[in-house]
T-cell receptor, first 111, second 114 residues
Framework: DAKTTQPPSMDCAEGRAANLPCNHS???????VYWYRQIHSQGPQYIIH???NNETNEMASLIITEDRKSSTLILPHATLRDTAVYYC????????????FGTGTSLTVIP | NAGVMQNPRHLVRRRGQEARLRCSPM?????VYWYRQLPEEGLKFMVY????????ESGMPKERFSAEFPKEGPSILRIQQVVRGDSAAYFC????????????FGPGTRLTVL
């Protein structure tokens, strides 16, 4: 699976949009981009995933660049409960059994 | 619809004892995955099981660790003769179809070895 690069930490003001970047320059055509988050040592929570097109659900939006070498997770109106470690993961859904969790981005939402 | 259930949530063992961690997948899910998270680190894959079959155990330590997912009942991760280095959070995930699908995680079991 391709390696991802994320900033180690970010801050965001409560009520503002949180934009979390992820670089995956070696991603291959079959690999999806997944985002999970982990709130204070709880189990990872699935957020969203996509292949090429931008995706949106009730939690977040995922913007994938045209060359697919990077993506951005957007939390449109961050709340204090969004403070967590966010993991960007790329996985080949044809062959990959597992998710490779790196160190992620520690997002702190500030009141 | 209950999520992935894990028990116990916290487990304390002395060195040399056995630890048994249980995982009940989400309803309708027949694929289970175990991950381990050491302090201050990301999750690391251990094993992938379907009912009565181990599909991928490439992340399992060669000794002392075993996993099963019987036809009836929860999946069990068993650690024999625990050592202090086994202290970690162990997370179970499940998916409905298989490795191509999104995995949903349980709350984890925190193992402390004294």
């Amino acid at each position: 699976d391709a390696k991802t690069t994320q900033p180690p930490s970010m801050d965001c003001a409560e009520g503002r949009a949180a934009n979390l970047p992820c670089n995956h320059s070696t991603i291959s055509g079959n690999e999806y981009v997944y985002w999970y988050r982990q709130i204070h040592s709880q189990g990872p929570q699935y957020i969203i995933h996509g292949l090429k097109n931008n995706e949106t659900n009730e939690m977040a939006s995922l913007i994938i660049t045209e060359d697919r070498k990077s993506s951005t997770l957007i939390l449109p109106h961050a709340t204090l409960r969004d403070t967590a470690v966010y993991y960007c993961i790329v996985r080949d859904s044809n062959t990959g059994n597992q998710f490779y969790f790196g160190t992620g981005t520690s997002l702190t939402v500030i009141p | 619809n209950a999520g992935v259930m894990q028990n116990p949530r916290h487990l304390v063992r002395r060195r040399g004892q056995e630890a048994r961690l249980r995982c009940s997948p989400m309803k309708g899910h027949s694929h289970v995955y175990w991950y381990r998270q050491l302090p201050e680190e990301g999750l690391k894959f251990m094993v992938y099981l379907q009912k009565e079959n181990i599909i991928d155990e490439s992340g399992m330590p060669k000794e002392r660790f075993s996993a099963e997912f019987p036809k009836e009942g929860p999946s069990i991760l068993r650690i024999q003769q625990v050592v202090r280095g086994d202290s970690a959070a162990y997370f179970c995930a499940s998916s409905p179809v298989g490795w191509a699908d999104t995995q949903y995680f349980g709350p984890g079991t925190r193992l402390t070895v004294l």
